[in-house]
Nanobody, 123 residues
Framework: QVQLVESGGGLVQAGGSSRLSCAAS????????MGWFRQAPGKEREFVAS???????YYADSVKGRFTISRDNAKNTVYLEMNSLKPEDTAVYYCAAAPTPYMPPNYRSLELWGQGTLVTVSS
């Protein structure tokens, strides 16, 4: 079973950058697809980005061109590089894993989640 621990985040000024990391335990990390989701106050959790077992990447339209997801299977870690941050990017960011080649479209079916890390973008 994979366990996930996020790190990074904190307070960032608008226009700035930040990088989130998600360290996974377990020997089968490379066989999982990984994703980042976020939940802003008073809003539902939403998809941000995902990376397949094969390295294919997918992004929400709201972050496309600004965020980059990557994975390092040797370190059992997935990253989310966030650039040109906006106040509307403020949210708790969650890492998730799925034992499938690609992240399923319905994130509510996911069972493996990290504890979340808060990113606050000040204007």
């Amino acid at each position: 079973q994979v366990q996930l621990v996020e790190s990074g985040g904190g307070l960032v000024q608008a226009g700035g950058s930040s990088r989130l990391s998600c360290a996974a335990s377990g020997r089968t990390f490379s066989s999982y697809s990984m994703g980042w989701f976020r939940q802003a106050p008073g809003k539902e959790r939403e998809f941000v980005a995902s990376i397949s077992r094969f390295g294919s990447t997918y992004y929400a339209d709201s972050v496309k061109g600004r965020f980059t997801i990557s994975r390092d299977n040797a370190k059992n870690t997935v990253y989310l590089e966030m650039n040109s941050l906006k106040p509307e990017d403020t949210a708790v960011y969650y890492c998730a894993a799925a034992p499938t080649p690609y992240m399923p479209p319905n994130y509510r079916s996911l069972e493996l989640w990290g504890q979340g890390t808060l990113v606050t973008v000040s204007s």
